[in-house]
T-cell receptor
Framework: AQKVTQAQTEISVVEKEDVTLDCVYE???????LFWYKQPPSGELVFLIR??????QNEISGRYSWNFQKSTSSFNFTITASQVVDSAVYFC?????????????FGKGTHLIIQP | DVKVTQSSRYLVKRTGEKVFLECVQD?????MFWYRQDPGLGLRLIYF???????EKGDIPEGYSVSREKKERFSLILESASTNQTSMYLC??????????????FGQGTRLTVV
């Protein structure tokens, strides 16, 4: 069975601090995809990144970076120099069968609070 | 831009009522999904569909059914609403893709309260 664990329920930091959100996954699939979504207070989930299981390169996009380590089944997300606008709930997700066409398995989310 | 539109942002229904939640996407996506989101539980998949008139059960289909008569529209049906179905419901769609899965795009959510 698949599982995504986000052990941090809530994180609170002061603006400009760096923060890392942890994600650990379990799957028996050899090919799979991992995702991060952001859910601001408005409620709509916003796609941030997709990573396939064959690509372990770290990725950086502006202040965001992602560290995928297959050996530890982790896909962690770091925000550098956090800003108040980063406050949101962040979800890590794993593709179900058929590359995700059967939907995603989500973690329970991490509520990130950036204090001014 | 892909747009997934859910018919209602907030809905209040009575126990035992039949409830329809509507979702429309405008990008000709093959795959459509219904999730429910509850505090401390994250998002859980209720049903999904990868073609017109096709439907598959997700992890928590009990008490729900779905309908997909047209490619762009995916409806979630609560046959007899109960208070434990009070939740945030999120619709999503994605392209089938050719070997590579594309990200799912989500609607704004419908917060359903059953009283």
């Amino acid at each position: 069975a698949q599982k995504v664990t986000q052990a941090q329920t809530e994180i609170s930091v002061v603006e400009k601090e760096d923060v890392t959100l942890d994600c650990v996954y379990e799957t028996r699939d050899t090919t799979y995809y991992l995702f991060w979504y952001k859910q601001p207070p408005s409620g709509e989930l916003v796609f941030l990144i997709r990573r396939n299981s064959f690509d372990e390169q770290n990725e950086i996009s502006g202040r965001y970076s992602w560290n995928f380590q297959k050996s530890t089944s982790s896909f962690n997300f770091t925000i550098t120099a956090s800003q108040v606008v980063d406050s949101a709930v962040y979800f890590c997700a794993l593709s179900r069968a058929r590359g995700g066409a059967d939907g995603l398995t989500f973690g329970k989310g991490t509520h990130l609070i950036i204090q001014p | 831009d892909v747009k997934v539109t859910q018919s209602s942002r907030y809905l209040v229904k009575r126990t035992g009522e039949k409830v329809f939640l509507e979702c429309v996407q405008d990008m000709d996506h093959e795959n459509m999904f219904w999730y429910r989101q509850d505090p401390g539980l994250g998002l859980r998949l209720i049903y999904f569909s990868y073609d017109v008139k096709m439907k598959e059960k997700g992890d928590i289909p009990e008490g729900y059914s779905v309908s997909r008569e047209k490619k762009e529209r995916f409806s979630l049906i609560l046959e007899s609403a109960s208070t434990n179905q009070t939740s945030m419901y999120l619709c999503a769609s994605s392209l089938m893709g050719t070997g590579a899965y594309t990200e799912a795009f989500f609607g704004q959510g419908t917060r359903l309260t059953v009283v």
